[in-house]
């Protein structure tokens, strides 16, 4: 179970409210790079975790962690948005520049939350919990949590260079570093179980006799193109999990062209694809 | 642009088709680990990329490949729709075992696509573009390629295991060694680029004296348990990225409790939230 | 900030998993009823509360319990899906019923998250935080709640009845408890600032001699039946704000029939809906 | 079934079109707090209505009111959008300001539309379905209503207030009574059948012996802050429904930590998540 | 404005409930066919209609009459699911089919909706309004109607298939005619207005002059294959709008590769992707 | 299988980049009218195909075809997107009117994607698979073509006017006559079956003895206006299939009011709505 305190866990503040970028910041809390994302994916992660206790805690303490960013991020929205226009009087009147202000935000950000912060992206797309990934394969986890945490370190510089607010920098000085920290956490936890040799391929349980390995550790080209094809790391030398050789080929089908059946009388296509007398008629049209 | 050939990439077949089968394979047409993904975040990340130009060539050529997976498992889920009943006759006589069948198979195989396969995951939630991650740092993206195929191959063993068919076993076996070599090519590229040293933190183009680095390396505890915190290879000794020394420490709140303005008359809160009168009475009545 | 303990708020345990209780539970967490929805509302509401500081804290408050309540639930799923099938193996031997209990549950549950829960409701649909609502005006927000706390009990009650397995139904005897006070507490927020009389209408800051008020305590029929119209508290009598009386009459248009302007020509209509030559031709056919 | 009339049910006209106010009207069409929701919402519940007929009828006339309101607001959006650019010819000739204005508009109006309304909200998402709440409950319904129709006043009376038309001051003037009334009606349901002590908790027939009636009427403080608790209506007294007496205690954990059995063979965790082997390695590596 | 009437437009009954074929109807009520759909496209396309009056006209005549029939269906999904089991004693007691009944149908038509509709498909994925096409082009938009009525003829007839219940295939007897009516309907706008040699290409104000016109009658062939190419109607001969000559032609490049420019250097890319030094830093590491 | 050649089909450039033109293009990327949808469409068309062979080829060649157009728009967007705003010291200095450039570009361009495409429309709003049609009937999936290629061409016409960037407009040359060619290919397949008279009604394999022929060719008039009824090609004279005599007649309901069953013990309903008592009590109340 969880408690509060009422306190951030780090300063937010701003010294010139911005209600454009407040909108940017969205970004943070309900984009796919955003908060909501890692909080509740750290924790479906735990709350699903089989086997070693330890990934549980440490997926239920930074999961907690995050429920504080997202917070501060909220907090940082309602801040930038003070001083928001919300009426035609102040279009009309006081402030020449209250119209290109009210233009320039997210008019939801008044219209549906009266001036703070929604649980969307800087776009007004909801967050959608598709976006959790829990496989129940730690390994896999691991990964679509430093992809999360890449993105998000992306996005959270993006936003850092877009302001000049020194308030909103130093939270951005916070948050960065944090996402450095779990950027490591999660590698560190590939490292801790073995590395690629030991850890790779994701699921490494799968016994690869059953894979048809001469495919495992090919590049295939599938360019038409007959300029220098592409070669790198991944083309030759030993495979990083050590099981193979790198080789590169071009892509040619080794299947065939696939035939469906008819469709049955009762799924209601058109009669010329059901009949013979529908193929046939088709046939004649087509050499007319 | 692209060629086609109407031949498949490997061969497809099914000997018992299986309407509950078909829709399981939706999950790795549509769902978010499946094929669609891959390719569409695979093209999206070439056709944008900005740097080197053999990753946008690598990215196209594996982004190619990936049409012709999604292209074998949507035939695979009409071949495994043959036979399916459609109609209530089929229901009442011949085939006993009809409505068991139609029950267990996603109805809208029949339903919508005529006993085809539809570009959703098991559930019938349609895929949604959202999940195509392409942010312009290569080695983020990467990341993201390496989360996408081994939840993808986690999801693909798990597919193989809940089959019998040797023809399914067949085209997954080549499916999963696809899976493992691209796991191997996107985590080539973050080692051609100079592995964690060179890589972390992602972006590695922002300047670390800008992030609060007192913050950078500390795993937080929050949680109030009073046992043994968690320890392991991200407590302690030297960062991934040689730039620090991992450290733990239990959170504590540094910001204050923050507080946000009164809402503005036009803004439509109720009075109370905004007059002072309106936190008198309230507190008054509180008092009663 | 937030904290966690690794101990539940309440015991959650299964004497008998049931893969398919698994799914129904699932319409709790990720359903629109359900506690994801609450959690995140009550954290917005709190996060963008402007006004009294009380009822930023007790939303804080009630929140931080509400993901407990997340974690409840997804311990659960969890346990109702321990000892289901997850191989062919299983299907063809030892247990017979295996088929049924995998056709009865969420494929995806073994797919997607390997034997544990999804941020999704019982038919696999993601939670979307459109959901969430936080308007910035208390009394809309306590209404809001009150509706997803009564959609939520009735959920509980049907949950509750729909399983025999005791600790299930503890489960339930607990959280239904918790939904009985969050509906008395958010209906309480309204009786202290005053119920009917002071809060609505709602916002309560709206100057009434801007409304039409002509038809603000009236019951519109729309019926063309003769009969009897609909009767009851909300046609006679005082209205419950005490500013008017409740009356019925028929609808009837007030406006005229709208005309629209003519497509623009570089707005890519049809010739026939822009020109004037266009709107002859078109008649001169219909006379035809 | 259903008419129509050509007819608008209230006077819409604009004096001064204007894109952006065009797209700020859409919030109140297909946004949550729009009447695209309220209309689905009370059809549904009157097509699903099980028992007392006269709430059938009684929703059914006003669902078929608030088509008309849909009506009136897109014949708004399109009076608006009258004039909008849609030609670079513009941008660059005569007008100087169209290209402030078509940044400001939405330009999917013109786009997708050619200067008509969407059914989506002011950040164009589209309307989605699974905000029309109808339980089967008529108390959780009508708080539903209420939650909608407070949400859905707050939003008219923000969006009279950024306009200075006097055609779209008008119409609101209609609408925002409308709101008021509809208020009003949900909440007469409530107390023509009996009110907080008849109703409460929803649902009223789930009989209460079965739930643990200790956690029934106790406000949980889960706030590590050492200061003064929160106090309010919700903390002392007897309950709303009068069965109960309010109370407030510190929350604490009254379960165990969970524990998940480890993954099945064939569910595909890595295997160090399954074995005893792997246990013990990562329990060694740990040491180290 | 509207109107209503208790009665609905054409009898609805069942002689034998079926709670799964109550999920199926769902696929006509919120499917992308479904009755929803086409309701609000034509309610959209009517208020936002430009040029001639009539359309205006016909389309709120035929909304209007949609909305009937997405009441029969929901009134059809009602009674489908009477008897439906509701609790755990029944399916211990009296009907021993009662599991199997629960597991076959919609659980939520229990769980949310208390055995009534939802405006959702058979997969329980809510109505999404971004299916209503409204362009306002009105050719475009009675294309886009004749899709929606012919895949919701063909839904109708696979739904009419699959009972053998006297009341339902008597209601889609009335249904599958309205459906053949309206697709007659909206083709018969199409030939009012000249058919295909009047109304293509759409839009026809376009200036064709504008167009590359020398690939405007071309089939491609992209294919590798070196069999037969594909012929038909749509190879040779004139042009369905008389205005050219079909022809068939091997699909070329005609563009070069594309080239981006480098990653901003505040765009927080990798370094390597950036600056010259990384470009040879690459290089190198590739010879190596 | 699939090929890619790494030149365009058809020349990209753009002489004055324009971020808020790249947020236009979007909208023909990933709007529903766009070219994600009809690349998908084909492709799922084809691959589920059952009938003539002719046809899947034709599919094929074209959706591999569309494959390419997304590549131009991608390629497109990132060209206009060069130069854009990425940080606040370009705010500051330089460029007086970076404010106003990031101000009307869709800002995610650089937050998310680091100035490229995403797959997503004008707005923001991803593009969502459930936009594919493929429904198994030859017939209904042309209209869905025509209609998709028919709002296509409208999209591309207006996004020609809005630029006067002769790159652009050269790129849509291109692509405006392969929208003439698709339209022309769709509906040729409907000529070449026989058109109107024998595909009408769609599908035509269903006996049309099961339809209630009464309703088969009436324009139903819901409207109460007592004015002239509306006329026109679908109202007199005979059907376009020959089957028929279109007519024209009032709506009348046909059906009775429905009677739902009382809710069951269990489905947690109030009380009020279950039980006789509750009705009477009900009706009592509404007495006084």
Same mark, same amino acid.
Request: charged share 20%; with cysteine; glycine share 8%.
């Given at each position: 179970? #969880? ?17 454009? $970028? ?7 809390? !309900? ?10 994916? $750290?924790?479906? *992660?735990?709350?699903?975790?089989? !086997? ?6 440490? %997926?239920?303490? /930074? ?5 504080? +960013?997202?917070?501060?991020?909220? /907090? ?29 935000? &997210?008019?939801? +950000?008044? %219209? @549906? ?8 992206? @800087? ?6 919990? @598709? +976006?959790?990934?829990? @496989? ?6 691991? $990964?679509? &949590? ?8 992306? %996005?959270?510089?993006?936003? #850092? ?33 073995? !590395? ?13 006799? &059953? ?7 090919? $590049? ?9 094809? =592409? /070669? ?18 071009? &892509?040619?089908?080794? !299947? *065939? ?12 296509? *058109? ?16 050499? =007319?």
């Amino acid at each position: 179970m #969880y408690y509060c305190d009422p306190r951030l866990q780090y300063p937010v503040r701003t010294d010139k409210p911005d209600p454009f $970028y407040a909108r940017l910041l969205q970004q943070a809390i !309900g984009g796919v790079e955003g908060e909501i994302r890692v909080c509740l994916q $750290y924790f479906f *992660q735990a709350w699903g975790q089989r !086997g070693p206790k330890k990934y549980r805690d440490m %997926l239920l303490n /930074t999961a907690t962690e995050e429920i504080g +960013h997202i917070e501060m991020l909220s /907090t940082a929205v309602a801040l930038n948005l003070e001083g928001a226009p919300v009426a035609q009087q102040e279009l009309a009147a006081g402030d020449p520049v209250a119209g290109a202000v009210l233009r320039g935000m &997210n008019p939801r +950000h008044l %219209l @549906s939350a009266g001036l703070a912060a929604l649980p969307e992206n @800087s776009d007004g797309v909801p967050f959608n919990c @598709s +976006h959790v990934y829990a @496989s129940g394969n730690t390994a896999a986890d691991m $990964y679509a &949590n430093v992809a999360a945490e890449s993105t998000g370190r992306v %996005l959270a510089c993006r936003l #850092y260079s877009l302001t000049d607010d020194p308030g909103m920098k130093d939270m951005w000085s916070f948050l960065i570093a944090r996402d450095t920290m779990h950027q490591q956490q999660w590698l560190a936890v590939i490292e801790e179980l073995g !590395g690629y040799k030991d850890q790779l391929p994701i699921p490494n349980s799968f016994p690869q006799s &059953n894979e048809n390995t001469k495919f495992s550790y090919v $590049y295939f080209q599938n360019s038409v193109d007959n300029g220098a094809p =592409v /070669t790198g790391r991944f083309t030759e030398g030993p495979s990083l999990d050590g099981k193979g050789e790198f080789q590169s080929q071009k &892509n040619v089908p080794l !299947g *065939q062209e696939p035939t469906l059946a008819s469709p049955k009388p009762n799924g209601f296509a *058109q009669k010329e694809q059901m009949s013979v007398m529908g193929k046939v008629t088709s046939a004649l049209k087509n050499l =007319v």
